[in-house]
């Protein structure tokens, strides 16, 4: 079964510091990963994948995040936090198309890490 | 692009009720849908997959006479928690994946989330 784990349930970090939001995951195959950002009485908001090619993908709001194969991991960053981006972020994966394992071709989410930018 | 409505926001109902939760592709069409739970401070919960014309696919351990879903057309998915009891009571989010344009890549499609429904059952 694939699964993802956020080790950390809170990030905390000034403005105008660099961030880490960390994941990792297991999966069968080539993963597809995925960053959410959900602010509070709302929906999910998509950030950015990794599907195949550049290890480093650029997403929205100035986030990115790593893919790293052999520690699977898949940390979002960013270079310097804004109070504004103070909200709970989810990664998620998918087993890519054709492996389907245990959990199918469905997309599995972290527990959250709430990220909290003070001034 | 790619807008999710999820309607109502929130509803406060009486134990015994039913209520009905819609999910809207504003500006896509989407075969499939999926409804999620959301309990406090922990991560989405699959409760199934809804596909457009057909029946809906329910996780393991999901009641599908508790929670109904109709996904009549390509941009309308409803569920409908019947009977609702107090612990009926989450937020409720859906979601919808962007089609692809080769149907050989829909994996990889990000899904789109509505802004979820807060569900309270007294």
């Known amino acids: 079964a694939q699964s993802v784990a956020q080790p950390e349930d809170q990030v905390n970090v000034a403005e105008g510091n660099p961030l880490t939001v960390k994941c990792t995951y297991s999966v069968s195959g080539n993963p597809y990963l995925f960053w959410y950002v959900q602010y509070p009485n709302r929906g999910l908001q998509f950030l950015l994948k990794?599907?195949?090619?550049?290890?480093l993908v650029k997403g929205s709001y100035g986030f990115e995040a790593e893919f790293n194969k052999s520690q699977t991991s898949f940390h979002l960053k960013k270079p310097s936090a804004l109070v504004s981006d103070s909200a709970l972020y989810f990664c998620?994966?998918?087993?890519?198309?054709?492996?389907?394992?245990?959990?199918?071709?469905?997309?599995?989410f972290g527990t959250g890490t709430q990220l909290k930018v003070e001034l | 692009g790619a807008v999710v409505s999820q309607h109502p926001s929130w509803v406060i109902c009486k134990s015994g009720t039913s209520v009905k939760i819609e999910c809207r592709s504003l500006d896509f069409q989407a075969t499939t849908m999926f409804w999620y739970r959301q309990f406090p401070k922990q991560s989405l919960m699959l409760m199934a997959t809804s596909n457009e014309g057909s029946k809906a696919t329910y996780e393991q351990g999901v009641e599908k006479d508790k929670f109904l879903i109709n996904h009549a057309s390509l941009t309308l998915s409803t569920l409908t928690v019947t009977s609702a009891h107090p612990e009926d009571s989450s937020f409720y989010i859906c979601?919808?994946?962007?089609?692809?344009?080769?149907?050989?890549?829909?994996?990889?499609?990000?899904?789109?989330f509505g802004d979820g429904t807060r569900l309270s059952i007294l």
């Open positions: 979601s919808a994946k962007t089609p692809a344009r080769d149907q050989r890549w829909s994996d990889n499609q990000p899904q789109h």
């Open positions: 998620a994966v998918r087993a890519s198309l054709g492996m389907v394992t245990g959990g199918g071709n469905k997309l599995t």
């Open positions: 990794y599907i195949t090619g550049d290890n």
